[in-house]
Structures are given as structure tokens and as C-alpha cells.
């Protein structure tokens, strides 16, 4: 099956092209809108760039398949059979990936408010694919969709249910589709059902998020109304008592100074001036003290999280990490999982310093907890619900 997987950005465009569940192509375009854009296939052992205007969407799908005819990777996109595209926020109207209708563009334009910088862009991709090839099936996969599966007790904030009712004020969740590849993968890994298990997942990267997964369904998880609650993350704040948004307001900051200060300029930044974990590990080897303070307080939050998880879960057979953090930081993953014994994490060091790119194991033996590194692929995931969808799985 040829299934094109699309991710629209305010101004990129990013796909990845399977055939048969095998990713065979992969482009970026960046700076649509902008007097410059920049195109970048990678077909095989070939790279093909390619700079010029692109006023839109519509016009970067233009390219986009100018661009697959000449790698030779696919000479027309009609020959498709679907094109999965990664929308941000699904709200409540999704808890399952869907077919996409005039009935369901309409739904995830409604729930722009609700994520203002994602869904527009994930719409606009939609559109301009739907109008250039209506006779393809074109799939929705929602970030938001894995976690509607959370009980009301875990996404309900406390405080007044009106505020939920008027303006869809509760915990939704984001990352859902790498956590669910992942929960998927890890069980495949230790050959055991994922019915059968209780995993925590962590989406490490510069957006960071926790699940905790229990039998396969997503029962809690970190980011909450916004990608802003939960873990500490490369420049967003995670978790902060409310109270000090009002206080920044009598001190001088504004709505918008307050929402950039929060998003774009604290955690990992904002205590050391860099959102890089490979940075901020190379400067606390040298001794740099804020750096060292940023490791602390990013690790000291997964591990609270993960304390909660396993509360919430009841047992726990699995800690999976991913993200390219988890993937690649030894030392996160070292100085998260070396204080865990209460849980019955058994951490091996030798094991954690061997894990390479497939990812791998690094418990020890008597460990009752699997330690495991899982290479997320959210583009696959998606390519997978394309076929779930369409009857093919």
C-alpha cells in the first residue's frame, strides 16, 4: 500500500512516503510565505534541494510533486492510495483516527481556538491535498486522540464545571501518537501482550510528555489543556503554581508576554541559557553550575511523574523512553532510573551506555521493572491508522 504522510506546519511542509509500511521517501519544505522557500527530498542515497517562492500550501504540494517525479520515487500522487495527514488537537469530537470529510474538516477548523498554532496549519495541508486530489482517502491522526481514554477523575481540573462546558476547559494530552507506538513497540519487544502490561512512556525531546498506559489505553498523562503542563521541557516551563500568572500581570507583563515568557524562553533555557540537552550535559561535565541546576530539575520532574504513574497504574512492568532525548542521553536516562530501586528498577549502567540507535534493554536481570529505549515513529504510526481506517489491517 503507497500511503503519503503528511505534516503541516505554519510554514513547512513534512512527508514521509511508505510503501508497504516501508518509508522509501522524505521531504521537508520550510518558509512558505516567505520570499525564500527551501525544499529537501531524500530518496534513497540521493538528496535533491530546491530554493524558490511559494505563497502557500496549495503551492508547496506543487512542488512537493515536481519534486517526487524527478527523484523518480513516485511520478504522480493520484496514484496514492491514502495520505495520512497529523492534526494537533482532535478535542473530544476524536478519540480514534478518521476518514476525512467536509463534516470532519469543518470539526477541526472548530477547534482552532483550542489549539491556535497547530490546527490551522494541519487544516491548510488538508485542504490543499483535498483539492488537488479528491479521490484520494485522506485520514486525520490525532495527537490528541490516544489520551481519550483518560477517566474524568484524571482530566477534570478543579474548577468550576461550567468552565468546561462553555469553553472546553480540561486536560487533553499531546504526543498521543508517539506514545502509542511506542507502548506498542515495547510490548513487541519483551513478546508479551500489551494488554497484559503496565507501561510509563516518556517523549523526551524539546517538547517532553509522560504517559502512563495500562493495558494498552492511556490512563494519565503530563501535558495537559495545552503542550505547557507536566515535564520540564527545552523552553516551555511545565508544571507552575497558577498563582504566579496573576503576580507576573501586577508586575508588568502582559497576556503575551506572559504566554512567550512561559513557551518560548524558560525551562531548560531559562535556567541555562541553552534548550540543547547535549549542550546542557556538556556544560555540567565542565562544571557549569546553572547547567547541572537544569539536568537536576529536568530529571526530578520525570522521576515525580513516574512515582505518580506507577501509583495511578497500580503496578508497573515498564519504563519506556523516547524522544531524541530518550533515545540519546545516557545520563537522563542514567540519573533518571539509578534512584528508582522503591519501584523495583534495578538500573544497569553498562547496559544504558551500550543502547545504539534500534534502542535495547538497560535493567538488570533481577530488575521487576523493564528499563527499555524505543525509537519512536510517529510517521509510521500514522501510515498504520491509514490502513486501520481503510479496512486494510
Known amino acids: 500500500?503507497?500511503?503519503?504522510?503528511?505534516?503541516?506546519?505554519?510554514?513547512?511542509?513534512?512527508?514521509?512516503?511508505?510503501?508497504?509500511?516501508?518509508?522509501?521517501?522524505?521531504?521537508?519544505?520550510?518558509?512558505?510565505?516567505?520570499?525564500?522557500?527551501?525544499?529537501?527530498?531524500?530518496?534513497?542515497?540521493?538528496?535533491?534541494?530546491?530554493?524558490t517562492s511559494l505563497k502557500d500550501h496549495h503551492e508547496a504540494l506543487a512542488l512537493l510533486g515536481k519534486l517526487f517525479a524527478l527523484s523518480g520515487a513516485l511520478e504522480d500522487f493520484s496514484t496514492l492510495d491514502a495520505i495520512g495527514h497529523r492534526v494537533v488537537h482532535g478535542g473530544e469530537h476524536f478519540s480514534a483516527p478518521v476518514r476525512i470529510t467536509p463534516k470532519v474538516m469543518e470539526s477541526i477548523e472548530a477547534l482552532i481556538p483550542l489549539a491556535p498554532l497547530h490546527n490551522p496549519a494541519n487544516l491548510e495541508g488538508i485542504q490543499a491535498f483535498h483539492t488537488a486530489y479528491p479521490d484520494i482517502p485522506q485520514v486525520a491522526v490525532f495527537d490528541t486522540a490516544f489520551h481519550q481514554t483518560i477517566p474524568p477523575h484524571a482530566y477534570h481540573y478543579a474548577i468550576p464545571l461550567t468552565l468546561k462546558e462553555k469553553l472546553h476547559?480540561?486536560?487533553?494530552?499531546?504526543?498521543?501518537?508517539?506514545?502509542?507506538?511506542?507502548?506498542?513497540?515495547?510490548?513487541?519487544?519483551?513478546?508479551?501482550?500489551?494488554?497484559?502490561?503496565?507501561?510509563?512512556?516518556l517523549h523526551l525531546g524539546n517538547g517532553a510528555s509522560a504517559c502512563a498506559v495500562q493495558e494498552g489505553k492511556s490512563i494519565d498523562t503530563s501535558m495537559g489543556f495545552t503542550p505547557l503542563e507536566g515535564l520540564v521541557m527545552g523552553t516551555r516551563s511545565g508544571d507552575l503554581d497558577p498563582a504566579i500568572l496573576p503576580y507576573l500581570e501586577r508586575n508588568g507583563y502582559d497576556t503575551e508576554s506572559i504566554d512567550?515568557?512561559?513557551?518560548?524562553?524558560?525551562g531548560l533555557l531559562g535556567i541555562c541559557g541553552t534548550n540543547d540537552m547535549r549542550e546542557v550535559i556538556t556544560l555540567t561535565a565542565q562544571g557549569n553550575q546553572n547547567a547541572t541546576l537544569a539536568l537536576e530539575i529536568f530529571c526530578y520532574r520525570i522521576r515525580k511523574y513516574i512515582g505518580a504513574y506507577a501509583v495511578a497504574l497500580g503496578s508497573l512492568d515498564t519504563i519506556v523512553f523516547t524522544g531524541g532525548i530518550g533515545e540519546h542521553a545516557t545520563k537522563v536516562r542514567q540519573m533518571v532510573c539509578e534512584d528508582l530501586g522503591i519501584l523495583g528498577v534495578k538500573y544497569d549502567d553498562d547496559k544504558n551506555e551500550a543502547v545504539g540507535a534500534e534502542g535495547g534493554r538497560f535493567h538488570q536481570d533481577e530488575s521487576t521493572v523493564s528499563l527499555l529505549v524505543v525509537p519512536t515513529n510517529e510517521e509510521l504510526e500514522i501510515a498504520l491508522q491509514c490502513e486501520e481506517v481503510l479496512g486494510v489491517i
Open 1 to 51: 500500500m503507497k500511503i503519503l504522510v503528511i505534516n503541516a506546519g505554519s510554514s513547512s511542509l513534512k512527508c514521509q512516503y511508505f510503501i508497504n509500511r516501508q518509508s522509501v521517501v522524505s521531504a521537508l519544505i520550510e518558509r512558505i510565505g516567505e520570499r525564500e522557500a527551501k525544499a529537501t527530498l531524500h530518496y534513497r542515497h540521493h538528496t535533491i534541494t530546491h530554493e
Open 169 to 201: 476547559i480540561r486536560r487533553y494530552g499531546f504526543h498521543g501518537t508517539s506514545h502509542s507506538f511506542v507502548a506498542k513497540e515495547a510490548a513487541k519487544r519483551l513478546g508479551k501482550p500489551l494488554e497484559s502490561l503496565n507501561l510509563i512512556t
Open 260 to 266: 512567550n515568557l512561559l513557551n518560548k524562553e524558560s
